[in-house]
Nanobody
Framework: QVQLVESGGGLVQAGDSLRLSCAASGRTISSLAMGWFRQTPGKEREFVASINRRGTATYNTDSVKGRFTISRDSAKNTLFLQTTKMKPEDTAVYYC???????????????????WGQGTQVTVSS
């Protein structure tokens, strides 16, 4: 059974950095596409960043380009999201997602992923 557990969230000030982690179990992530999404109350879950299954390509949504970086450590079976220059509008619950279906693309839709973590709260104060 696949399980994803996020950690690293918290309360930070504008301009600060955080590193979010997503520890996976039940599947080896080294050959699977993964992504980060975020959600605020009353809004749809929003795509943040993704990495393709081979780890050769990443993609960020425009609002975080130049500030957030997605990466993975296959030895630790863990996905990361390094955030920098954080803004109050980055406040959300952050979720990691894993895709076990085949495909070599970069995936940006919630429907593209098969498993989700429980989320970690990130709050950025101004």
């Amino acid at each position: 059974q696949v399980q994803l557990v996020e950690s690293g969230g918290g309360l930070v000030q504008a301009g600060d950095s955080l590193r979010l982690s997503c520890a996976a179990s039940g599947r080896t992530i080294s050959s699977l596409a993964m992504g980060w999404f975020r959600q605020t109350p009353g809004k749809e879950r929003e795509f943040v960043a993704s990495i393709n299954r081979r780890g050769t390509a990443t993609y960020n949504t425009d609002s975080v380009k130049g500030r957030f970086t997605i990466s993975r450590d296959s030895a630790k079976n863990t996905l990361f999201l390094q955030t920098t220059k954080m803004k109050p509008e980055d406040t959300a619950v952050y979720y990691c997602a894993l895709r076990i279906r085949t495909g070599s693309n970069i995936y940006t839709g919630s429907e593209d992923y098969d498993y989700w973590g429980q989320g970690t709260q990130v709050t950025v104060s101004s």
